[in-house]
C-alpha cells in the first residue's frame, strides 16, 4: 500500500483517475439517544456552523434526527431550543424514521447525492462522540482531512480510524467478530481490506460522487453498511484511502456490553450471509457451497461469542 501522509494510505490503480474538483457535502448523524450533556454535540455543532459559513467549499450541511429521539425528548425545552437554535441554523435538518443508525446514513447521504454532481464529495459525521474533549477538539479540528483526502487523491473512499488499544472493546470486535466472519464469506476480499483499514465498521467516511450513487442504488442495510460498502469498493476495484482520526469515543463506560457486543456480531453475520447469496445464487452448485460456509460460520461466530465473553465480562 503506498503512503500518501502519515495519516493516510491508499492504494494505486481502480477505476478513477483525475482529482475531483468539487464541492463537500457534510451529512451529521444526531444521537439516537440524546445525552444529559451537551458539551459534545455543541463543540460539533460549532464545527457544522463554520462549514455552513463556507459555502464555496461546502454545501449546505445536513443533519438527520430520527423521529423516535424527537418525541422521546417531546417535553424538554432545552432539547428543543438546542434543535431549532443550534442545529437547525447551521445545518438543514432531516427528520426521519428509521430501522436503525445505517438507514439514517441512507436518508442523508442521498438526500446530499441529489442536491450534488459530479466531483463532490459526501462526507458523513457521527455525532454521539465525545467531541466536548480535549482529544476530540483535536479531532474535530483536522476532521475535515478526510474528506478533501478524496478531492485531492480522486478517490472513492475514505474509511477513518479511531485510536484503540488492543484491548478495546471495538477492536475485539472486529479482531474475532467482523474480519472472522468476513474471511469466511469473503475470504480474498478481507485480505484486502485489512490491507487498508482495521476499522471495517467505522462510523467516519467519505464517498465520491459516482461510487455513492452506485451504492444509493444498490441494497442498501440497516446494518454494518460499512462493511459492504467496503466490500464493494473491492468487488469494483475502487480507489480506497485511510484517515487516522484520533483517540475518540462513543463509549461513554469506555467498553461495549457483552450484549451489545454478541449483537454485533450476529448483525455482521446476518449481512454476509444475505450478500454472499445475492452475488452467488447465479452460480450452479451455489447451496452446497452455503450451506458448507453458513456451517463454518456458526463456528465462527460461536468462538467469537465465547472469547468475547471471556474478554468483556468484569471478573467477579
Not at 454521539?128 to 476532521?143: K, P
Not at 451455489?286 to 468462538?303: C, D, G, I, N, P
Amino acid at each position: 500500500m503506498a503512503k500518501t501522509t502519515a495519516r493516510t494510505a491508499h492504494r494505486v490503480g481502480g477505476k478513477s483517475t483525475a482529482a475531483r474538483k468539487g464541492r463537500i457535502h457534510p451529512v451529521v448523524i444526531y444521537p439516537y439517544r440524546q445525552p444529559d450533556d451537551y458539551a459534545d454535540l455543541e463543540e460539533l455543532y460549532r464545527l457544522v456552523a463554520q462549514l455552513a459559513g463556507r459555502p464555496n467549499a461546502y454545501a449546505r450541511p445536513l443533519t438527520v434526527m430520527d423521529r423516535k429521539t424527537h418525541y422521546a425528548m417531546a417535553d424538554d425545552a432545552r432539547f428543543h431550543r438546542f434543535r431549532e437554535l443550534t442545529v437547525a441554523t447551521g445545518s438543514d435538518l432531516v427528520d426521519a424514521w428509521c430501522v436503525d443508525t445505517c438507514q439514517m446514513w441512507y436518508s442523508g447521504l442521498g438526500l446530499a447525492y441529489e442536491r450534488g454532481q459530479p466531483g463532490d464529495v459526501y462526507w458523513l459525521i457521527p455525532g454521539d462522540f465525545n467531541y466536548g474533549t480535549a482529544a476530540g477538539r483535536e479531532v474535530l479540528s483536522r476532521l475535515a482531512d478526510l474528506p478533501e483526502i478524496i478531492l485531492e487523491l480522486g478517490q472513492d473512499v475514505c474509511i477513518g480510524e479511531i485510536e484503540t488499544g488492543h484491548g478495546h472493546s471495538k477492536q475485539l470486535i472486529d479482531t474475532y467478530g467482523t474480519f472472522a466472519l468476513l474471511y469466511n464469506w469473503f475470504p480474498a476480499e478481507a485480505q484486502e481490506i485489512r490491507e487498508y483499514t482495521e476499522r471495517p465498521r467505522s462510523e467516519f467516511f467519505a464517498l465520491g460522487h459516482e461510487f455513492l450513487g452506485q451504492m444509493l442504488r444498490r441494497r442498501w442495510y440497516a446494518y454494518e453498511q460499512t462493511v459492504v460498502t467496503l466490500l464493494h469498493a473491492v468487488f469494483d476495484d475502487r480507489r480506497i484511502s485511510r484517515f487516522f482520526v484520533g483517540q475518540v469515543s462513543d463509549l461513554p463506560e469506555g467498553r461495549e456490553s457483552l450484549a451489545s457486543a454478541i449483537q454485533q456480531v450476529e448483525r455482521t453475520e446476518r449481512v454476509l450471509k444475505t450478500l454472499w447469496r445475492e452475488r452467488n445464487q447465479v452460480h450452479p452448485g451455489w447451496s452446497e457451497l452455503y450451506q458448507r460456509l453458513e456451517a463454518r460460520s456458526e463456528q465462527v461466530r460461536r468462538t467469537a461469542h465465547t472469547l468475547l465473553e471471556n474478554l468483556l465480562t468484569p471478573p467477579a
